[in-house]
Structures are given as C-alpha cells and as structure tokens.
C-alpha cells in the first residue's frame, strides 16, 4: 500500500551534500517525494511502499549517509498521500531554511579524493587542490551568500568541461561542490624565494623543491586552507630555534604535522580516542602526552608535558609529505601574536624576514582561519581552541530570538558571536585585542560575518570590564540595546547552552581575570546561576593585585602580595628573603627581582597604590609556580600554571590545609593561607617540585568541592558546571570531576567550545537570547 512521510532530521545536514544523497537514494529505490532544508535541519517526504520507506530510513543513515553528515534525530510523521507524485525532487529551501547554515567548514581532504590524487590514470593525479562534496575549504573561500562559486575565490577559475559535467550530474560525489577543480582549469602552486622570486613554476617540481629546502633545516613558508604556515623540520634543534628567533616567539610550544598516524605514535601517546580525532574531517591539532626521550628537538615544547600534532589535512600536505617528510613544525604564518597571515602579497611583506621560501598558490583564501586546538579532559575531547574544521557551525538553542544579537566576546582568546533565530553561531578564534592588528581583524570579521549570516543585531551583549576594547567597542555602536555581562556568568552559560540547558546550577568558574559587580577582579568563583541570573555563593579571598596589567604576567606581584596576606603586613620578618632569591630573574624583562624592586611592590602594597583587589586563581598558579623557580614571568597566557601542571608527580594523594569561612550577610570565602605557608615549609624542606604541585593542585580539587557540597547544601541544587580558563588544567580538572561524581554531583562541561576565554562570546549571547525571551 502506498504511503507518505515526512521525515524531520536534525544534526549536521545542511551543506554537507545531504540533500543529493538523499535524492540519490530515493531515486534508486523508486521512492517519491521531495528534501528541502528548514531551520532545524532537513525534511524529506517520501512517498512508496511502507517497506522501501523503511529500508530508506535504514541505509540513510548507515551506508548511504555522506560522510560528513551527522544525523541526531529523524522523526517521522505519515501525510496525505499526494496522488500522481511520481518523481523524487530537491526543493529550493525557503529563506527561513537557509542562510545562517549554508557556509559548512573547512574539511580535511576525503578517502575518495586521495585515492583519485593517488591514481596515475586520474586526471586529478597528484593535483594539490582536488577536492569533492565531502572535503575542502569552504568558509575560508567565501565572500558572500549564496554559496555558489560566483561568491567564493573560486570564481577567478572557470571550470573546463569536465569539471563542469562533474558539478551538474546530481549523481557525482562532486555535484555541486563549489571548489571543484582540476590541473586544467584550476589554481595552481609555484616555489619562491624569500623576495616573491619564482623558484619553480611547476606544481610536481615546486612541491619536491620544497621538501629539499625543508630537509636543508630551511624555513618554508606554505599556504594551505586557512592562511599560511611556517614550517621547518622539527628534528632540527638549531632550524627549530631559528624560526623562534625570527618569528619572535620565545617560548609558546610549536604544533607539528606528520603524514601518517604512525610517524606520531613514534613521539607520542596516541589513545584510542587521539587517533579517531586526529583523523576526523576537522583535522585538529591535538595535544597528546610525550613519548620520553624522543628525538623532536627539545625546542619544539618546551616546559609542557604535551606534543600538538596534526596529520595532512590538505591534498597539498600529503604531496609535500610524500616527498620522504618525517615531521614539520607547523606553526601559524605570522609574528609574534599578529593574525594569521593569508595573502601572498602580505606573506611575502611580512615572512619575507622568516621565510627561507614561500610555497604559494593562486586560490584565495578570504577569511584566515587557524588550526583548531584539541584536548582530552574526562576521556573527551574538548577544544582549546575552535577554529578552522568547526567554525561556522552553529548551536541550537531551544525557541527563536526575538532580534539578533550580537555578542563581542573578551578581550583573550577573543571569538565574538551571532544570535539569530534559533542558532548562535561562534567565530572563529581571533586572538588578543590588545594587538593593534588583531583589533582591527575583529572589527572587520564581525563585519564580514554580519554579512555572511545576514544579521542586524538589535541587542549587542559584552563583558562588564570597562577598558574591555571589546566592551568600547559595544559602547560605540549605535541605535543597539546594550547588556553587560559579568564574565563568570558568561562562562557557566556557555556551558548550559552547549547543554541544552537553562538552569540553575552550580557554577565554578575559576580563571584569572573578570571583571566582578563590586569593581573587584574575578578569578575562583562559585555561582549560583541560570541564564536569567546568577548569585555568587562562594570566592577566592581577595588579595592585593599591585600594577594593574603588569600582575598577570610578572608573577612576583601575586606572590608578594599572598605572602604578604598569609604572613600580615610584616611578612619580611618571617625570614622568606630565601624564597624570593630564588625565583628566576627574566633576561628579557626589566624586571630582575633584587631586592630594590621587591621592596617598591612592597611599598605599593603597603600605600594601596595602583592595587585592586583579586580573587584570580590564575595569579596563585602563578605565584606558586615562581616559588618552585619554574620562572617568573608569563610570556604566553598561562605559562607558569602549565609549567606547573607540566611536573605532577603522578600517585600523590596528600595535600594542604585550607579554609571556607562563612559569614551571615557575604559570600563564603575559601582562604589559602595556610596552604601557602604549609606549602613553603615543603619548599623549604626540600620536598621535589614535582610533588608540592601535586599537594597543591589536590588542595585546590578538595577544596572547590567543598565549597560545592555547601552551595549544595544551602541550594539543594546537585549538578556542577565548570568553566574557565583554569579548567584548561587537566591534572585538576579531571581529579575534580572524578571527586564530584564521587559525591554524587552531576557534572557538566565545555564540550564543544573552549573553557577558556574563547567561549565567553557564546555564554553572553545565550544570557542577551534569554533576556530578549523574557522582556518581549
Ligand atoms: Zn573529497
Ligand atoms: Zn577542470
């Protein structure tokens, strides 16, 4: 008997050639009906036997689902059958469907394409730009919408007759695959020297000339999808430093690429998980532990205890690792903190000083986007940073928005994000404003993307800090709705929005900077909060934090002035001259600790000068990682605390004193007094480094679970949140987590966007989405 459905399906289905495979599989079992986008995902109408709609369903979603399509849910409910319906057909989406979701990510090249670069016989044989429906770039090569190649980079090739024929027969895997190509009609990859002079012209040469000037320990500048990379051999102690040298970055790890899975496992620890991450169409960068003493150059990663590795994700990596490459750095084309760089004029202006030589090619990249940055806590994968392989694909929130939002993010790791409707889609990582460049690639990326996705936000949400450029920014817009939001509770948001979830829970947040209500700066916070508000329940006791920005990178500032909390104002009696000679003065810095300059802090924080009262967990790590003599200053965000997480002493459970102190009309105050002072007699004693940071991070896992089971207590609430640039720990995050679940909390967390700063744009737009849900 004939039937019809209509079949709603959600997940990842828009712009992942769904709709061909669903037609193709229709067609092929003589099924009618239509697909078309709607604003959740796809809807597929079927009409046939009720058996072959069963079977439909079946291979939808095994063999016959593409590749990149990842389906949540497919509900179906029977329709009137539609008498004469005979043929199967893609229905053009109504603009309600489309828009925000067309632009998908950039993708790893696929099984297929490979195989065809592989075969002699292929036309595309060893073509650097092959790609099909199921990998490519895609958001890097767009201008505008529609996504048809008239609107990407591609437009400046126009497609031969094969290519074309490829593009409209619905039934190849490249029909309708904007950047498809081939060596007749599409761009092509050409060797220069450091001064743009072209070296070899000749794709196959260029790339073979490129792995020989790698092998010579040369530095290689190479355009891949989202920009440029700098490459160099990463065996090569002395090419490794000289990229540092001439990049001006001292001491941030490097990530590296390899061409199989194997040649990582050489060098580091590859799970089970790692492995299946490192091979997905995203093709992150994943942190993995080191294997011990492996031939990479000592400094490649220095002071972390992880490798970031990535396999070949573009067809012109694998060409280049075909040519006998054991292992790249491959570090984002750029210096110091500036953007990614991703135009070959400005590669050659910038890196023409880095560079040995530029492999270059003539598709445009629009939008730079870095690797995306991966790590494990609690057995999952979680980024570090969410960029290229992720980006634009959005979140669903339950209900539409009323107007579009516009959330600016933070000023660190800064993303911003877009509300509209009932998706929240997320920019790529931008960086740190305070660089004048990367300021102003924010500020025309929240145009572009405005554009991109059609938004005219009506309400702009940013963070409360006042000399936030970010939260100037939103004050200099005009004819907007304005909302502040405090960072913390931005923080927990993202976590309940990537869970579906409104609230209330639990929050722990702890990191090292928001801006607090009362004027203070934020850092280990329990907060009781949803998306309509937030209570704080429990903090760090505050301490002094002398010299404003200078505190969060010269970890003498925190340390003086904790000692000075735990031991009173005349802690220089307590004899701890000791302690502070042996932190590490900085060659680089102005800021030799002798005892002239300790004693001007001092006097600072005696007076009041230039003080503002913290409850930063960052600035502890800090101070604490100094008092080990791990260095004394953060080159890079988080550089001492990951130094200290780096020496753990694995199997120690012992740890310090501390106290929760609870008063009628405050906020309960967690003090750290005497762990400190607990903690310096270890130091003083002699104990190894590596097992007074473990004491010490164990001291901070006991006591925010304490401080949860009181909020617990009074609230009779039972599920945590965590977030927050501290939770990027993975010693303490994963010890907290196991010790909450053992109290038998619930325990949520950043799944899919970083718990660092990089996923405070989300939170705040999810808390204006809320707002707007309520006032209207
Ligand atoms: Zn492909
Ligand atoms: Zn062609």
Same mark, same amino acid.
């Given at each position: 008997?004939?039937?019809? +459905?209509?079949?709603?399906?959600?997940?990842? &289905? *828009?712009?992942?050639?769904?709709?061909? %495979?669903?037609?193709?599989?229709?067609?092929?079992?003589?099924?009618?009906?239509?697909?078309?986008?709607?604003?959740?995902?796809?809807?597929?109408?079927?009409?046939?036997?009720?058996?072959?709609?069963?079977?439909?369903?079946?291979?939808?979603?095994?063999?016959?689902?593409?590749?990149?399509?990842?389906?949540?849910?497919?509900? %179906?409910?029977?329709?009137?059958?539609?008498?004469?319906?005979?043929?199967?057909?893609?229905?053009?989406?109504?603009?309600?469907?489309?828009?925000?979701?067309?632009?998908?990510?950039?993708?790893?090249?696929?099984?297929?394409?490979?195989?065809?670069?592989?075969?002699?016989?292929?036309?595309?044989?060893?073509?650097?730009?092959?790609?099909?429906?199921?990998?490519?770039?895609?958001?890097?090569?767009?201008?505008?919408?529609?996504?048809?190649?008239?609107?990407?980079?591609?437009?400046?090739?126009?497609?031969?007759?094969?290519?074309?024929?490829?593009?409209?027969?619905?039934?190849?895997?490249?029909?309708?695959? *904007?950047?498809?190509?081939?060596?007749?009609?599409?761009?092509?990859?050409?060797?220069?020297?450091?001064?743009?002079?072209?070296?070899? %012209?000749?794709?196959?040469?260029?790339?073979?000339?490129?792995?020989?000037?790698?092998?010579?320990?040369?530095?290689?500048?190479?355009?891949?999808?989202?920009?440029?990379?700098?490459?160099?051999?990463?065996?090569?102690?002395?090419?490794?430093?000289?990229?540092?040298?001439?990049?001006?970055?001292?001491?941030?790890?490097? %990530?590296?690429?390899?061409?199989?899975?194997?040649?990582?496992?050489?060098?580091?620890?590859?799970?089970?998980?790692?492995? +299946?991450?490192?091979? !997905?169409?995203?093709?992150?960068?994943?942190?993995?532990?080191?294997?011990?003493?492996?031939?990479?150059?000592?400094?490649?990663?220095?002071?972390?205890?992880?490798?970031? $590795?990535?396999?070949?994700?573009?067809?012109?990596?694998?060409?280049?690792?075909? +040519?006998?490459?054991?292992?790249?750095?491959?570090?984002?084309?750029?210096?110091?903190?500036?953007?990614?760089?991703?135009?070959?004029?400005?590669?050659?202006?910038?890196?023409? *000083?880095?560079?040995?030589?530029?492999?270059?090619?003539?598709?445009?990249?629009?939008?730079?986007?870095?690797?995306? &940055?991966?790590? #494990?806590?609690?057995?999952?994968?979680?980024?570090?940073?969410?960029?290229?392989?992720?980006?634009?694909?959005?979140?669903?929130?339950?209900?539409?928005?009323?107007?579009?939002?516009?959330?600016?993010?933070?000023?660190?790791?800064?993303?911003?994000?877009?509300?509209?409707?009932?998706?929240? @889609?997320?920019?790529?990582?931008?960086?740190?404003?305070?660089?004048?460049?990367?300021?102003?690639?924010?500020?025309?990326?929240?145009?572009?993307?405005?554009?991109?996705?059609?938004?005219?936000?009506?309400? /702009? /949400?940013?963070?409360?800090?006042?000399?936030?450029? =970010?939260?100037?920014?939103?004050?200099?817009? !005009?004819? &907007?709705?304005?909302?502040?939001?405090?960072?913390?509770?931005?923080?927990?948001?993202? /976590?309940?929005?990537?869970?579906?979830? !409104?609230?209330?829970?639990?929050?722990?947040?702890?990191?090292?900077?928001?801006?607090?209500?009362?004027?203070?700066?934020?850092?280990?916070?329990?907060?009781?909060?949803?998306?309509?508000? $937030?209570?704080?329940?429990?903090?760090?006791?505050?301490?002094?934090?002398?010299?404003?920005?200078?505190?969060?990178?010269?970890?003498?500032?925190?340390?003086?002035?904790?000692?000075?909390?735990?031991?009173?104002?005349? $802690?220089?009696?307590?004899?701890?001259?000791?302690?502070?000679?042996?932190?590490?003065?900085?060659?680089?810095?102005?800021?030799?600790?002798?005892?002239?300059?300790?004693?001007?802090?001092?006097?600072?924080?005696?007076?009041?000068?230039?003080?503002?009262?913290? !409850?930063?967990?960052?600035?502890?790590?800090?101070?604490?990682?100094?008092?080990?003599?791990?260095?004394?200053?953060?080159?890079?965000?988080?550089?001492?605390?990951?130094?200290?997480?780096?020496?753990?002493?694995?199997? @120690?459970?012992?740890?310090?004193?501390?106290?929760?102190? =609870?008063?009628?009309?405050?906020?309960?105050?967690?003090?750290?007094?005497?762990?400190?002072?607990?903690?310096?007699?270890?130091?003083?004693?002699?104990?190894?480094?590596?097992?007074?940071?473990?004491?010490?991070?164990?001291?901070?896992?006991?006591?925010?679970?304490?401080?949860?089971?009181?909020?617990?207590?009074?609230?009779?609430?039972?599920?945590?949140?965590?977030?927050?640039?501290? #939770?990027?720990?993975?010693?303490?995050?994963?010890?907290?987590?196991?010790?909450?679940?053992?109290?038998? $909390?619930?325990?949520?967390?950043?799944?899919?966007?970083?718990?660092?700063?990089?996923?405070? =744009?989300?939170?705040?737009?999810?808390?204006?989405?809320?707002?707007?849900?309520?006032?209207?």
């Amino acid at each position: 008997m004939t039937k019809r +459905q209509k079949i709603f399906v959600t997940g990842r &289905v *828009q712009g992942v050639g769904f709709r061909p %495979a669903v037609y193709r599989l229709a067609c092929r079992l003589g099924l009618a009906g239509a697909v078309y986008n709607d604003t959740k995902g796809v809807t597929i109408e079927l009409q046939g036997e009720e058996k072959t709609i069963v079977e439909f369903l079946a291979r939808l979603q095994s063999d016959d689902k593409p590749p990149l399509a990842e389906i949540k849910s497919a509900a %179906a409910v029977d329709a009137p059958v539609i008498h004469g319906d005979d043929k199967f057909t893609i229905r053009p989406s109504d603009s309600q469907g489309t828009a925000l979701s067309q632009v998908t990510a950039d993708i790893a090249a696929c099984r297929d394409c490979l195989a065809e670069m592989a075969d002699k016989n292929d036309f595309r044989y060893g073509y650097p730009f092959i790609n099909c429906t199921n990998c490519g770039p895609r958001y890097s090569i767009v201008k505008t919408i529609p996504y048809d190649r008239p609107n990407t980079t591609m437009s400046a090739f126009e497609m031969c007759p094969k290519c074309a024929a490829q593009y409209s027969d619905v039934t190849d895997r490249r029909f309708h695959a *904007q950047p498809v190509a081939c060596p007749a009609c599409g761009p092509k990859i050409w060797l220069t020297d450091s001064a743009g002079r072209t070296i070899e %012209a000749q794709s196959g040469n260029a790339i073979a000339q490129a792995a020989t000037v790698l092998r010579a320990g040369k530095i290689v500048a190479i355009k891949g999808i989202g920009g440029f990379h700098l490459a160099v051999d990463a065996l090569a102690e002395q090419a490794v430093q000289r990229l540092r040298r001439r990049k001006r970055r001292d001491h941030k790890p490097f %990530a590296m690429m390899a061409g199989s899975i194997e040649t990582i496992k050489k060098y580091a620890i590859v799970s089970e998980f790692a492995e +299946q991450v490192l091979k !997905s169409p995203q093709s992150p960068i994943v942190l993995l532990p080191k294997k011990k003493d492996s031939s990479i150059a000592p400094s490649v990663a220095d002071g972390v205890e992880t490798f970031g $590795f990535m396999l070949c994700y573009a067809p012109l990596h694998y060409l280049l690792f075909a +040519q006998g490459i054991e292992v790249l750095v491959m570090t984002s084309g750029n210096i110091a903190d500036e953007p990614l760089i991703c135009k070959n004029e400005a590669a050659i202006e910038k890196l023409g *000083q880095v560079a040995d030589a530029f492999l270059m090619h003539d598709r445009e990249i629009y939008r730079q986007v870095d690797d995306s &940055v991966i790590h #494990f806590i609690d057995g999952q994968p979680v980024p570090l940073r969410r960029a290229r392989g992720y980006v634009p694909t959005p979140i669903f929130m339950e209900g539409n928005c009323r107007e579009d939002i516009f959330a600016t993010g933070s000023d660190l790791k800064t993303t911003f994000c877009f509300a509209k409707r009932n998706q929240l @889609i997320c920019s790529e990582h931008i960086g740190d404003l305070e660089d004048a460049e990367v300021y102003h690639h924010y500020i025309s990326s929240i145009e572009h993307l405005r554009r991109l996705f059609e938004v005219e936000p009506k309400v /702009v /949400v940013c963070d409360l800090h006042p000399a936030y450029l =970010s939260t100037q920014y939103a004050r200099s817009l !005009s004819g &907007v709705k304005i909302v502040q939001v405090q960072h913390h509770w931005a923080h927990i948001a993202s /976590v309940l929005v990537e869970h579906g979830l !409104s609230g209330p829970v639990i929050g722990i947040v702890c990191d090292g900077t928001g801006y607090g209500t009362d004027g203070a700066i934020w850092g280990c916070e329990c907060i009781i909060a949803s998306l309509e508000k $937030f209570e704080r329940f429990g903090h760090l006791a505050y301490y002094d934090l002398p010299g404003a920005d200078k505190a969060s990178k010269e970890a003498i500032r925190p340390l003086l002035s904790l000692l000075k909390k735990s031991w009173g104002k005349d $802690f220089r009696l307590a004899n701890l001259d000791w302690l502070l000679e042996q932190i590490k003065p900085e060659p680089h810095e102005n800021t030799t600790y002798d005892i002239r300059n300790t004693k001007y802090i001092i006097d600072q924080l005696d007076r009041g000068v230039n003080c503002v009262q913290t !409850s930063s967990l960052g600035r502890v790590f800090d101070a604490v990682a100094a008092m080990l003599a791990l260095g004394g200053y953060n080159h890079f965000d988080a550089q001492l605390p990951m130094a200290l997480e780096a020496i753990i002493e694995s199997g @120690i459970e012992d740890h310090y004193n501390f106290e929760l102190i =609870s008063s009628a009309n405050q906020a309960m105050q967690l003090d750290l007094g005497k762990t400190l002072k607990q903690l310096i007699a270890d130091v003083q004693k002699g104990l190894g480094a590596g097992t007074i940071s473990a004491k010490f991070h164990n001291t901070l896992s006991i006591a925010l679970l304490a401080m949860a089971k009181q909020a617990r207590e009074s609230t009779k609430l039972d599920t945590v949140a965590l977030s927050g640039g501290v #939770f990027c720990n993975r010693y303490l995050t994963n010890r907290l987590i196991k010790q909450l679940k053992q109290d038998g $909390f619930g325990v949520l967390l950043n799944r899919e966007f970083p718990a660092n700063d990089g996923g405070l =744009s989300l939170g705040q737009a999810a808390i204006a989405g809320d707002v707007l849900k309520r006032e209207f």
